[in-house]
């Protein structure tokens, strides 16, 4: 009967010691990027979900109830916060009693002053939040990742980091890749010029000049002021590429115009989504790094 007993306690020890045993994490990303670098930290013990899905743009989501149960179900949330996802904290505020956990995958990454050109004198915004389009700020956001799948599930730490490592490895990789490809573009085709300020990250790492955008956030009308202000940039240049972001159809429509009035090309870059074509960030950065070669070698 003791002996009994003994093999019941042992047993509930166990139980305790691993809650989740048999069962993955559930986790909530505001974006499909996002998405990916838990999928790429968390394996197979943790299930994970996008609020906004592929080729869909973040910046104006509105979220829907099915979102609200979502969140107030999952283990974690992952958002990328500096004002990019702030529909989420809305959604939070107004989901009485979810406590769940938030994680902020730029917490450690600052707003770059070059981010804030001169647009912000127009409009008052705070500046680029896109900091996952340089890889080493990439590797900052699987860094939060990971110390928040550890806290959350630290039976589970050994796991986590051994893939964290694998896979901020690539990054590294990517990134001395990418300074490698980006390299081979003269100095003076350095510009990307695009619709909404998403590029200053990836200015900065790969020395372009500050990425040259029509508006600061895409929910913004450009002014004309401003669609003179490329037009006459670019007039003045050799190679006259304009980069598109498939997930802004507005801004499609005023890079179409512009590139009709000064004879440019169009290329497609991609910024806030992955889409079945570039279905991880890996692929993603890969694209965007051939493209830039291409249109501006
Ligand atoms: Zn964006």
């Given at each position: 009967m003791r002996k009994c007993m003994l093999s019941l306690l042992v047993i509930l020890l166990l139980l305790a010691a691993y809650p989740v045993f048999g069962q993955e994490l559930q986790v909530v990303a505001t974006f499909t990027i996002l998405e990916d670098f838990v999928k790429a930290v968390g394996g197979e013990r943790v299930e994970v979900h996008a609020l906004v899905g592929r080729g869909i743009d973040p910046h104006t989501w509105e979220p829907t109830p099915k979102d609200a149960r979502l969140v107030a179900q999952a283990d974690l949330v992952v958002a990328n916060g500096a004002g990019f996802d702030q529909w989420l904290l809305d959604l939070l505020h107004n989901a009485?009693?979810?406590?769940t956990p938030i994680a902020f995958?730029?917490?450690r990454l600052s707003v770059s002053a070059l981010s804030h050109s001169h647009h912000d004198e127009q409009n008052g915004h705070g500046g680029d939040p896109h900091f996952w389009l340089s890889v080493p700020n990439a590797i900052s956001y699987v860094q939060q990742i990971t110390e928040a799948l550890v806290r959350l599930s630290p039976a589970d730490s050994v796991y986590f980091m051994e893939r964290s490592h694998a896979y901020m490895e690539k990054l590294a990789e990517l990134d001395r890749w990418m300074q490698d490809q980006l390299g081979k573009i003269p100095k003076e085709n350095r510009v990307i010029v695009t619709y909404h300020n998403a590029f200053s990250y990836l200015a900065e790492r790969y020395d372009f000049e500050v990425a040259e955008f029509l508006v600061q956030n895409p929910e913004a009308e450009p002014s004309p002021r401003e669609l003179a202000r490329l037009v006459n940039l670019l007039k003045g240049r050799e190679k006259r590429a304009l980069f598109v972001e498939p997930q802004l159809s507005s801004g499609t429509r005023y890079m179409q115009t512009l590139a009709r009035e000064i004879q440019g090309e169009l290329y497609t870059l991609y910024s806030d989504s992955l889409t079945d074509l570039v279905p991880t960030y890996l692929d993603l950065m890969k694209y965007n790094t051939e493209t830039l070669v291409e249109a501006l070698k």
């Open positions: 009485a009693g979810s406590d995958a730029s917490e």
